[in-house]
């Protein structure tokens, strides 16, 4: 686990710090692969820094690489470095993560492109060796995180107005990213990806807002 030392911005009372978190796995499911490394980069929605944390994750024992994967690992050398070297067992880190989640101040959004991909990695490991979720909601274990989460993959579809075959992160301007190259090392690639949620809130606070009775809808 690797926590940086980024400079911590103090968010308004009871604004979100968005914790977004890319994964990298030696196949396409917790059910029957491991995941090898993830990294969450902590923002809020003016782009203020709140943090950082790294981890690299020892495979389960009661799962297998998938060789798809491994084969598609091969041409990737040095970002299969970076998600094996100084590997420490999910029970470990996963409970350090949870912590450090608390730590930062307001209440906290996971964050994930696609949510369901990395998120339910994530939501899988966290329940498994923390006994909290990815997500917030009606459970009956520590919560970590406030709502559903946010889908990067779906904010950024909807918000370039595009349709929905034509969606996909790819799709956005590399000034999006920050210009932070996607390298499948996760620490990078979730970098990139806050820097895109900044991006996306700016379009969104420049529309106009939706009124109306609230529904009471629970």
Request: net charge negative.
């Amino acid at each position: 686990m690797r926590p940086s030392g980024l400079m911590r911005g103090t968010p308004a009372h009871g604004s979100p710090v968005f914790v977004v978190t890319d994964i990298e796995a030696d196949g396409p499911t917790p059910l029957h692969n491991s995941m090898l490394s993830f990294a969450s980069v902590a923002i809020d929605a003016d782009g203020n820094a709140h943090g950082e944390f790294e981890a690299v994750l020892t495979p389960r024992a009661d799962r297998a690489p998938n060789p798809e994967t491994m084969a598609w690992w091969q041409t990737q050398p040095e970002a299969y470095e970076a998600a094996t070297i100084g590997a420490e067992p999910p029970e470990m880190v996963m409970p350090r993560f949870a912590d450090w989640v608390e730590s930062l101040a307001g209440p906290c959004v996971f964050v994930a492109a696609p949510m369901i991909f990395d998120g339910l990695w994530m939501d899988h490991y966290l329940d498994e060796y923390a006994g909290t979720r990815a997500l917030g909601g009606p459970f009956k274990t520590r919560q970590i995180f406030r709502g559903g989460g946010v889908c990067l993959y779906t904010m950024a579809g909807t918000l370039r107005g595009a349709s929905y075959l034509d969606w996909g992160m790819s799709k956005l301007p590399a000034e999006y990213y920050g210009h932070v190259p996607h390298t499948h090392r996760a620490i990078d690639d979730a970098r990139g990806f806050a820097n895109v949620l900044v991006e996306l809130f700016k379009i969104s606070r420049a529309l106009p807002p939706i009124t109306g009775t609230p529904s009471d809808f629970r």
